[in-house]
């Protein structure tokens, strides 16, 4: 469930946008630096104050011509994006 929550905190409509305690086992997961992670978020959120992004595929979008900048974003955004919706013994959907 903690790892839900960290993919909605990618969302920007969420309460926890971009919060790095909600990403933290999302990061251990997709064994990323959290220290990392939370520097960038904090140069991050002050650019985001004028972004239109309102979902993952956006944020990902917008991101994408700073993936040197901020690789572990965009690892978590392609994470989220690819995490399949439901999963069951015989069939997967999305």
Same mark, same amino acid.
Do not use: H, W
């Given at each position: %469930?903690? #790892? ?5 905190? /990618?969302?920007?409509?969420?309460? +926890? *946008?971009?919060?790095? $305690? $909600? /990403? +933290?086992?999302? !990061? #251990? %997961?997709?064994? !990323?630096? #959290? ?9 991050? &959120? =002050? %650019? ?5 992004? &309102?979902?993952?595929?956006? /944020?990902?979008? $917008? *991101?994408? =011509? /700073?993936?040197?900048? *901020?690789? +572990?974003? #965009? ?8 995490? =399949?919706? !439901?999963?069951?013994?015989? $069939?997967? +959907?999305?």
């Amino acid at each position: %469930m903690k #790892i839900l929550r960290g993919i909605s905190s /990618l969302s920007s409509d969420s309460s +926890t *946008f971009l919060k790095a $305690e $909600e /990403l +933290t086992d999302k !990061c #251990i %997961m997709l064994q !990323c630096d #959290i220290v990392s992670l939370s520097n960038k978020i904090q140069v991050l &959120k =002050p %650019m985001l104050k004028q972004s239109k992004s &309102k979902d993952v595929v956006d /944020l990902f979008f $917008e *991101f994408l =011509p /700073l993936e040197q900048a *901020f690789p +572990t974003i #965009i690892y978590l955004a392609i994470d989220a994006l690819t995490m =399949p919706v !439901c999963l069951t013994t015989t $069939e997967r +959907t999305f």
